[in-house]
Nanobody, 119 residues
């Protein structure tokens, strides 16, 4: 079972940057695709970015392409989301999630970290 803990959220002005971290408890962390999702007040949770378990593939929502970068350090069992050029519409609770290699869905979720971007 993968236990995930996010950190790094906070309040930042528009145009600023934040780096979120997602620490995993499981030594088999490298066998999971790690995804980032977000949920703004009154909206459904949406996909932000993902980094494949193989380490070679990343994907991004169109709304964050060119501004956000997803990465991972398997030696530290940690995934990261670097967020630059933040906009007020990026304000949300950000969640990391783990999907087993070749799995169909994200099975493990962190508790979320709040990101607030002021205009």
């Amino acid at each position: 079972q993968l236990h995930l803990v996010e950190s790094g959220g906070g309040l930042v002005q528009a145009g600023g940057s934040l780096r979120l971290s997602c620490a995993a408890s499981e030594r088999t962390f490298s066998r999971y695709t790690m995804g980032w999702f977000r949920q703004a007040p009154g909206k459904e949770r949406e996909f932000v970015a993902a980094h494949s378990f193989s380490g070679s593939g990343t994907s991004y929502a169109d709304s964050v392409k060119g501004r956000f970068t997803v990465s991972r350090d398997n030696a530290k069992n940690t995934a990261y989301l670097e967020m630059n050029s933040l906009k007020p519409e990026d304000t949300a609770v950000y969640y990391c999630a783990g999907k087993p290699a070749y799995g169909q869905s994200y099975e493990y979720w962190g508790q979320g970290t709040q990101v607030t971007v002021s205009s």
